[in-house]
């Protein structure tokens, strides 16, 4: 029993190539989250996913996408690199219950030159 | 994101205990929540607290909320060095997603 993970767990980018952040989980949760942290902001939602098939927009979605592949799995894409997003990203989970407790990955570091 | 807020650091010595304030800005709450990060690693559920609560004691952590002020703290007895970390307080919104503060890093020496 994995929980959430994440892969790759470093990267370096140059500016405008693109890369995908996989995250799996084995806990059979509905929902699934996608966070960048940077210092001194704590984390900021990028995007999560309800349930299979369906994405929404959280609170910094410019410049990325997502997929959520299957109930498993929950890409995040960076087309186009940039500077501004070098951060370190955490995809969560949550089963959706009567309280959100939600259970983080190992984080992907990402430098974008 | 501005709507949480903590102090950014805490330095406690080994055996006292520790404190960690955090305030909000919307009375909607409905749970709030304290994780705790060690280096390199994911965020790590402590305990989260109901907004119609307002004290909840785990072990040696004793979470306090105070609903009118929008006032939550984490107390830490005992302090100990694998207690260093940094902490975010959380509150969860009306559409169940999660709002997080900056975080407070706790340092404990001994």
């Not at chain 2, 004691?57 to 009118?68: A, E, F, I, P």
Request: charged residues 20%; aromatic residues 10%; proline residues 3%.
């Amino acid at each position: 029993n994995a929980g959430v993970t994440q892969t790759p767990k470093f990267q370096v980018l140059k500016t405008g190539q693109s890369m995908t952040l996989q995250c799996a989980q084995d806990m059979n949760h509905n929902s699934m989250y996608w966070y960048r942290q940077d210092p001194g902001m704590g984390l900021r939602l990028i995007y999560y996913s309800a349930s299979e098939g369906t994405t929404d927009k959280g609170e910094v979605p410019n410049g990325y996408n997502v997929s959520r592949l299957n109930k498993r799995e929950f890409s995040l894409r960076l087309e186009s690199a940039a500077p501004s997003q070098t951060s370190v990203y955490f995809c969560a989970t949550a089963l959706r219950g009567d309280q959100e407790t939600q259970y983080f990955g190992p984080g992907t570091r990402l430098l974008v030159l | 994101g501005e709507d949480v807020e903590q102090s950014l650091f805490l330095s406690v010595r080994e055996g006292d205990s520790s404190v960690i304030n955090c305030t909000y800005t919307d009375s909607s709450s409905t749970y709030l929540y304290w994780y705790k990060q060690e280096p390199g690693a994911g965020l790590q559920l402590l305990t989260y607290i109901f907004s119609n609560m307002d004290m909840k004691q785990d072990q040696r952590l004793t979470v306090l909320l105070n609903k009118k002020d929008k006032h939550l703290s984490l107390r830490i007895a005992d302090t100990q060095t694998g207690d260093s970390a940094i902490y975010f307080c959380a509150r969860e919104d009306s559409w169940g997603k999660l709002q997080f503060g900056a975080g407070t890093q706790v340092v404990v020496t001994p």
